[in-house]
């Protein structure tokens, strides 16, 4: 038995069943037993034996792409100097180092970066330290009220999916909010009767028109509250964000609470700190949140048809050609990224932006949703 989940048997035995999202909260960022504050979650499952591979860890193509997408970004909003790179959730800082990398062709945008990140594991701001290098005068925050007032251009790859989520279902009888208690030693789902559903008048407006019987309605407060801060930051201090995660763009109610293990579904309550657990993204709500602040916001897109329109294609021929031997392992990292039975249609990327702002490179295009 995971050593988080005896803790939670026996806090469960003492004050009851637990909130899902205390639960979900427990199990990623217990400061001790947390999944993320002690292990190396991320990568393939022949390289280091992680749980689950993310965009920039299955290519270089991903952040590249991104690095110049941003680049461009900042060079046709005028240039600002200084401005803050931002990286919500960095993971191991893949993605950040590709975009720095890929940044050496504008230098005045890296010289006029200054990055921050957004992270709460202490492991992890230490592999973001590292991937980085220490030639990079990085910051960290706990949270994103802490940002510099500088204009800012922000990206964050499976961030929101990773925060905890509530779930409430409506019965026959009334509403029911999915608690965690316990039966013997197993973690079980306990549905709690509540007068009535907490949501915000934000996730009320996205949810789908009519409720089937037990449906689950799924809401993330502190997903909703760091939208809230960024769109705000956003709307204050000028510049754009690059949302990308695994979710729906349409409105949509269901269960989704999921977890993985070396590559391999397994259930969440099993082994809480052992595994990832994730949901899936509401961008409706996302998208309404941003604009509720004044931002302007393009269609959701995937992120196949995202990264195509960026040139996804063109950057694979290039590398395949600088790189003999290499073609088959290209080919499908691309594949991997963008087509639609792989990374490409159930990731989406939503792009907001301060009024000011030029439009969004590759995200009004032909494969908006
Ligand atoms: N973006 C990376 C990692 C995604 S995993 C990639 O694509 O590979 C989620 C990341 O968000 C981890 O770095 C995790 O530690 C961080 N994280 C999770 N909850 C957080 C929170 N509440 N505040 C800040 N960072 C958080």
Not at 94 to 104: F, H, K, P
Not at 156 to 180: C, M, Y
Not at 235 to 255: P, R, S, T
Request: glycine share 8%.
């Amino acid at each position: 038995m995971s050593a988080l989940k005896a803790i939670l048997l026996d806090e469960i035995a003492a004050h009851g069943p637990l909130p899902l999202d205390v639960y979900m909260a427990r199990a990623l960022a217990d400061p001790e037993h947390g999944y993320y504050m002690q292990r190396r979650p991320f990568g393939a499952p022949d390289s280091d034996g992680g749980d689950f591979i993310t965009a920039p860890e299955v290519s270089q193509m991903f952040g590249e792409l991104i690095g110049t997408w941003l680049a461009d970004l900042w060079n046709r909003m005028g240039q600002p100097d200084p401005f803050a790179l931002v990286e919500l959730g960095p993971g191991r800082g893949t993605l950040m180092a590709d975009i720095l990398r890929v940044g050496q062709v504008l230098p005045a945008f890296l010289k006029s970066a200054q990055v921050h990140f957004v992270e709460t594991s202490p492991a992890l701001r230490q592999a973001q330290k590292q991937a980085v290098g220490k030639d990079v005068d990085a910051h960290w925050h706990a949270d994103i009220t802490t940002l510099p007032d500088l204009p800012c251009l922000l990206v964050a790859n499976e961030f929101f999916d990773a925060l905890p989520i509530r779930q409430t279902r409506k019965t026959a009888s009334g509403w029911q909010e999915i608690h965690v208690g316990a039966k013997g030693d197993a973690l079980v789902f306990a549905p709690q009767d509540v007068a009535a559903p907490d949501f915000s008048e934000a996730a009320k407006a996205c949810l789908p028109e009519t409720l089937d019987a037990q449906a689950i309605v799924e809401t993330c407060p502190q997903g909703e509250a760091a939208m809230r801060q960024l769109s705000a930051h956003i709307a204050e201090q000028g510049g754009a964000a690059l949302l990308i995660d695994y979710g729906h763009a349409n409105k949509a109610c269901g269960d989704s609470f999921q977890a993985l293990k070396g590559h391999r579904f397994v259930d969440p309550l099993q082994a809480p700190g052992m595994a990832d657990i994730t949901a899936h993204v509401n961008f409706p709500l996302l998208a309404h949140l941003a604009e509720l602040a004044d931002l302007q916001v393009a269609p959701v897109a995937t992120q196949g048809a995202f990264l195509e329109n960026l040139g996804l294609n063109m950057r694979a021929q290039q590398l395949m050609q600088s790189s003999p031997g290499r073609e088959t392992q290209i080919q499908s990292e691309r594949a991997r990224l963008a087509a639609p039975d792989e990374m490409g249609t159930l990731f989406k990327v939503l792009g907001v932006a301060h009024k000011a702002m030029p439009p969004l490179a590759g995200l009004t295009l032909e494969g908006a949703t």
